[in-house]
């Protein structure tokens, strides 16, 4: 069998935040997700957006929304991401006391339920949650800014959730978020990862349509 095309998310934290609807536009026909960073000043120190603004976007774009949650109290928000058209919702596994629970949740809502790990945490433990979940999203910075440098020895645990996903015959995607540019995608697509979310990358880029199709050549595995 092989391997699913890769997904590239740009990332909207590294647009104009004053006219996010043309930048969402700007990515439509070469990105498969747009990547949706909520931050709550709590769980990490910086503050995004929430709600409102994702309800709003969602009207104002085609592309599927992929989003991260960086907010304490996952419960009590997430179900009304799904509520609010989201493709994917992911939160942490540090915010969650039991991510299976609100995984089915999130599933019975009509969405994809994703799982984030950030920089220090390892992923063995929650390996054996992956069934109920449609994304593990590894952190290859520290999760809450933008345009940090791209940590290499975080694609161990890229590697490990692969070996797990590939044995278990699991259908799952493994997305990377962090430092993610031409010089570092195809390193995580070797180590297993099929979805890419990148901000920076995209979105400094004079055609940002044209650097989100060029990360996905390069994130193409031989
Ligand atoms: C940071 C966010 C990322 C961020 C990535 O916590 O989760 O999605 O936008 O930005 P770049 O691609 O610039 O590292
Ligand atoms: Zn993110």
């Known amino acids: 069998m092989s391997a699913p095309p890769p997904v590239v998310a740009p990332s909207i934290l590294a647009a104009d935040f004053a006219r996010l609807a043309d930048e969402a536009r700007a990515v439509e026909g070469a990105a498969d997700w747009l990547h949706i960073d909520v931050m709550d000043n709590h769980f990490v120190p910086n503050l995004t957006i929430g709600l409102p603004v994702v309800t709003s976007l969602r009207a104002a774009t085609n592309l599927p929304f992929d989003v991260h949650l960086m907010i304490d109290d996952p419960r009590r928000w997430a179900p009304g991401y799904a509520d609010a058209g989201a493709y994917n919702v992911t939160f942490h596994a540090e915010a969650s006391d039991n991510p299976v629970s609100l995984a089915k949740d999130l599933r019975a809502a009509g969405a ?81 990862a099929d979805a890419f979310v990148a901000g920076t990358a995209v979105y400094s880029a004079e055609d940002p349509a044209e650097a989100v199709r060029r990360l996905k050549a390069l994130a193409r595995r031989p």
């Open 112 to 192: 994809k339920a994703g799982l984030a790990i950030d920089r220090d945490t390892p992923v063995e433990p929650y390996l054996e949650l992956l069934p109920h979940f449609d994304t593990l999203l590894i952190m290859t910075i520290k999760a809450g800014f933008g345009g940090q440098k791209f940590i290499p020895a975080m694609l161990d645990k890229v590697a490990a959730a692969r070996r797990h996903v590939d044995a278990g015959h699991l259908e799952l995607r493994i997305e990377v978020d962090g430092g993610i540019a031409d010089d570092t995608i195809a390193q995580a697509a070797e180590a297993g």
